[in-house]
């Protein structure tokens, strides 16, 4: 299997399976004397971290990360640095219990890759999805935490904005409170209304697709490359990339495609700084795939969790029809536990150009 790496010059390569003895990362492009340690990684796995509400699978991993390579203790200061070489990172997974997939070996769950990946390769990991599983996506989170240590005055957030029907109200939008209830939602109203919402989903054995939108803000001017470099593209690239994620959007996003230019075109005016002032951010911060100083807003859609306790019809590997209901432990929306990986997947594109705009052009924007 190729394609298990991702980014230019920031490069993170995942490997491992969602039943395998671990899973683990390598990181190639840090730049050197970076402060990192395990504990600041640990937070970011810590908001991804599975069992920590009923809204989430109750599959108990403590995702505890080692930085097995690429950091050596500072002479200036004690502590540990980067040393310019690969980080490789490792999680061991605990609370496998694969006999839950037993039922489902020779059968292809619907909304799953079990069929795709079977049809390609001739053989599929059954436990969990194997390499499929979103349990990949905690090493794109840990990847991320070192991201953002290079992205100096840049912060990157999340938030869930929609679940199923319930969309967020944006004038009770707080940051605040994205960390005050198990959904990363900004809006502390409709985060008790997802709560019944969503208990409801869970108890029918059934489940929901949600929309999460991340946002960095901080970002310089400049990041991008026109053409088949563009800073939007491989946002979405990122995005995409994501385990059920089946729509992106930067900015206006679809909604460009139903309003006049005159409502869609960010004007300007000169600023206090002698700089351009934008009056709006209807690009999501990118025009002509380059960064425009403005927020970076990107939105995703995330389709229901296809392992459910409803029954579904599919097949056999060997042709047979059948019906199939998927035990273990899953989440009702897993829209929820993608907001740390969007963000860890945002910080990542944005590590990478600007490592590449750094390259090519000599400047740090950042400084």
Excluded at 37 to 59: C, K, M, Y
Aim: charged share 25%.
């Amino acid at each position: 299997m190729s394609h298990n790496s991702f980014g230019h010059l920031f490069r993170v390569t995942t490997w491992g399976e969602s039943h395998g003895p671990s899973i683990g990362c390598v990181v190639d492009g840090c730049p050197p004397g970076i402060s990192l340690t395990e504990a600041e990684i640990q937070v970011e796995l810590d908001r991804r971290r599975p069992g920590q509400s009923r809204f989430t699978t109750q599959r108990q991993e403590p995702d505890q990360v080692r930085i097995l390579s690429g950091v050596f203790e500072d002479d200036k200061t004690g502590g540990p640095v980067t040393t310019g070489t690969s980080i490789s990172l490792l999680i061991e997974n605990v609370d496998q219990r694969s006999k839950d997939y037993s039922d489902i070996r020779e059968r292809y769950r619907p909304g799953h890759a079990d069929y795709t990946y079977d049809a390609k390769y001739g053989v599929r990991d059954y436990r969990g999805g194997g390499r499929s599983s979103a349990r990949e996506t905690a090493m794109r989170v840990a990847a991320g935490a070192i991201a953002r240590k290079i992205l100096k005055g840049v912060t990157v957030r999340g938030a869930l904005v929609r679940i199923g029907e319930h969309e967020i109200d944006r004038n009770r939008w707080s940051w605040d409170e994205v960390g005050n209830n198990p959904f990363f939602c900004p809006d502390a109203v409709m985060a008790e209304r997802w709560a019944d919402y969503l208990d409801g989903i869970r108890k029918a054995g059934s489940s929901v697709g949600a929309v999460v939108e991340v946002i960095a803000e901080g970002v310089p001017v400049g990041l991008g490359e026109p053409i088949y470099g563009k800073l939007d593209a491989d946002i979405a690239a990122a995005m995409m990339s994501i385990n059920a994620v089946k729509g992106v959007e930067i900015g206006n996003g679809f909604e460009a495609g139903s309003i006049r230019g005159e409502d869609n075109a960010d004007e300007m005016r000169m600023g206090n700084d002698g700089k351009p002032l934008f009056l709006s951010n209807h690009a999501g911060g990118v025009l002509g795939g380059i960064s425009t100083g403005q927020p970076v807003v990107a939105r995703f859609a995330v389709k229901p969790t296809s392992s459910m306790l409803t029954s579904m019809r599919s097949v056999t590997r060997s042709g047979d029809d059948v019906d199939v209901m998927t035990k273990g432990r899953h989440d009702p929306c897993v829209g929820i536990r993608a907001v740390p990986v969007g963000e860890a997947m945002l910080a990542i594109v944005l590590a990478d150009h600007y490592l590449r705009n750094r390259g090519q052009t000599g400047a740090d924007a950042l400084a």
